[in-house]
């Protein structure tokens, strides 16, 4: 029903909508009896009739270090890009909190997307117990 309230209301035929999986970790692994369902609804969705119907964008993540993708997911037209999203460089993430905030902050070290985030929001964060835990999170 949510994609076709959407489907109606899109102002073009040039738009397609998106649609965000966070922690897409078992409809992106190989077929097996605990993920059929889930891995094959995204193969309608990306390329079957769903996918041709609503030209929908599937944006999957995922906070797994590897996560060994179902080979259905990885022939030509389906899996556009790969984006692995590690830690940001001091300079890096300098940057990005200045664009978030307009001030200036010097980091130290490495630091996910996440504790750069927070930071910006005001949030107290401890960088060392932030990052030691999950070294390649984006946010």
Do not use: C
């Not at 489907?7 to 397609?16: D, F, G, I, M």
């Not at 060994?68 to 940001?88: F, S």
């Amino acid at each position: 029903p949510l994609l076709m309230k959407n489907k109606s209301t899109k102002e073009s035929k040039n738009e397609s909508l998106v649609l965000v999986l966070e922690d897409a970790d078992s409809v992106l692994t190989p077929r097996a009896a605990d993920n059929m369902s889930a891995v094959s609804s995204l193969l309608n969705y990306t390329d079957g009739i769903f996918g041709i119907l609503f030209d929908l964008r599937i944006i999957a993540t995922t906070n797994a270090s590897h996560v060994e993708i179902e080979k259905a997911l990885l022939r030509p037209g389906r899996l556009l890009k790969r984006v692995h999203v590690g830690l940001l460089s001091p300079t890096r993430a300098s940057e990005i909190y200045k664009n978030l905030t307009g001030k200036e902050k010097i980091f130290e070290k490495e630091v996910s997307l996440a504790t750069v985030y927070s930071l910006s929001k005001g949030n107290e964060v401890d960088e060392e117990a932030s990052d030691a835990h999950q070294p390649t999170v984006g946010f």
